[in-house]
């Protein structure tokens, strides 16, 4: 019996390619073996990070493939439509990056709050430092909108009020009523986007690109935040209109903001120029999620979650399509 051809098409970790060679009845191709390049003839199963981008013309070529599984939660480098239509089973590993993602948000507007990283730069480039032009904004007991509710939203909610005593608003408008439990994640959910903005000190976006989602946060929304208030976007590139935050910061209408996520990743000086020179911004490419620990156990999880499924395993998590 021919063993199923998985083809890893990014950089897992060591421990998750252990785990895949280790399995006898499976035929591992790497990203780094010459092999690779024919994954659309034989790959029954694919894994795959954030750099492999799969559309539609992949899934038609793709004629044996029956899997793709992705480490992390977000999947717009997969056309999740054209892998249904071509029967091909689309997975993620969901809840595993929350616990790094939420604790990069607390460091990003801390970072910004307490301008570390304005001071740190100031320094390097030979400035006499007047302590008077450091002042920052406390966050503690601040209120802190929440805007998506799920596993990473609540992993930041509960890191706030552990680490700031915040009071939390979420806002998700699909998100079912009880989706918080209020004893452990004291909280006030509202109704509309605007209420949240207009109150929060600090806004963290935690949701997924969709049409619904693309520029959220727009000029509208950025001129109702507080001008002390700090944004934060750990999600997806295109949730929050960059021109218009770019307007904002020069403008001085919010305190700062980082962005995690890019429309265009990674961030490059050239592309990025305006932003980099701003001293109430931080850009990170893409890293909310990069510890060591997270990236073993996401990387471990994925191909725990593809061998289930080419075992014929019922309800598989993190199932997508």
Not at 83 to 90: E, F, I, L
Not at 129 to 137: A, D, M
Request: proline letters at 3%; a negative charge; aromatic letters at 4%.
């Amino acid at each position: 019996m021919t063993k199923p051809a998985i083809y890893v098409l990014d950089p897992y970790h060591e421990d998750a390619v252990a785990l895949l060679q280790s399995t006898e009845w499976v035929d591992v191709i790497l990203w780094n073996d010459p092999r690779k390049a024919d994954w659309h003839q034989y790959a029954q199963a694919v894994l795959v990070r954030s750099e492999t981008q799969l559309q539609g013309t992949d899934f038609i070529q793709a004629k044996e493939l029956r899997v793709v599984v992705k480490q992390g939660v977000g999947i717009d480098n997969i056309d999740s439509n054209a892998a249904k239509a071509a029967g091909v089973a689309v997975h993620n590993t969901p809840g595993i990056n929350s616990e790094s993602v939420a604790e990069f948000t607390l460091a990003l507007a801390l970072a910004l709050s307490r301008r570390i990283v304005e001071v740190d730069r100031l320094q390097q480039n030979g400035n006499k430092i007047v302590r008077s032009q450091t002042l920052g904004l406390s966050l503690f007991r601040k209120s802190v909108g929440v805007v998506g509710m799920g596993n990473i939203g609540k992993f930041s909610a509960k890191k706030w009020i552990g680490a700031c005593e915040a009071n939390i608003i979420g806002y998700d408008p699909v998100a079912p009523l009880d989706i918080w439990d209020q004893e452990k994640i004291p909280h006030t959910r509202v109704q509309a986007l605007d209420e949240l903005l207009i109150k929060s000190d600090v806004v963290l976006l935690h949701l997924p690109l969709l049409e619904s989602t693309r520029g959220l946060i727009k000029a509208r929304e950025l001129d109702i935040m507080k001008t002390t208030a700090i944004l934060i976007n750990a999600a997806r590139g295109g949730i929050v209109d960059e021109n218009a935050l770019l307007q904002a910061l020069k403008e001085k209408k919010i305190w700062g903001a980082a962005l995690d996520a890019m429309e265009v990743e990674p961030p490059t000086l050239e592309a990025h120029r305006d932003f980099f020179a701003l001293n109430n911004m931080i850009i990170t490419p893409h890293i909310g999620a990069s510890t060591l620990q997270n990236q073993i156990n996401s990387g471990v999880a994925a191909v725990k979650t593809l061998l289930a499924v080419l075992e014929g395993k019922d309800d598989v998590h993190g199932k997508i399509v």
